[in-house]
């Protein structure tokens, strides 16, 4: 049974950091390209952050680039996402998801397993 576990998400203040960790578990977590998306309320879940099998080839959406950074540690079958300069309206549900024997791509629909979702808010 796939599972895929986000931790680390809460409550931090305008300019702070987050450390997100999605665990991964039934699964040869090696052969998977793997995503971050986030979904605030009202908009749709959208990509912001993904890494190819290898963790050679990343994509950062341009809301986050610079900011957010995507990685992952095979060895213990857990990808990341460092989150700095945090802002109000990163606030939202961050979902990991995770795209069998695929490359890099922005559709959730492309993706084969999710997460629960982990909160994520940024006070002003």
């Known amino acids: 049974q796939v599972q895929l576990v986000e931790s680390g998400g809460g409550l931090v203040q305008a300019g702070g950091s987050l450390r997100l960790s999605c665990a991964a578990s039934?699964?040869?977590?090696?052969?998977?390209?793997m995503g971050w998306f986030r979904q605030a309320p009202g908009k749709e879940r959208e990509l912001i952050a993904a890494?190819?099998?290898?963790?050679?080839?990343?994509y950062h959406s341009d809301s986050v680039k610079g900011r957010f950074t995507i990685s992952r540690d095979n060895a213990k079958n857990t990808v990341y996402l460092q989150m700095n300069s945090l802002k109000p309206e990163d606030t939202a549900v961050y979902y990991c998801?995770?795209?069998?024997?695929?490359?890099?791509?922005?559709?959730?629909?492309?993706?084969?397993?999710w997460g629960q979702g982990t909160q994520v808010t940024v006070s002003s």
């Open positions: 890494i190819n099998w290898s963790g050679t080839g990343t």
């Open positions: 039934g699964v040869t977590f090696s052969v998977y390209a």
């Open positions: 998801a995770a795209r069998h024997l695929g490359g890099i791509v922005r559709s959730q629909y492309e993706y084969d397993h």
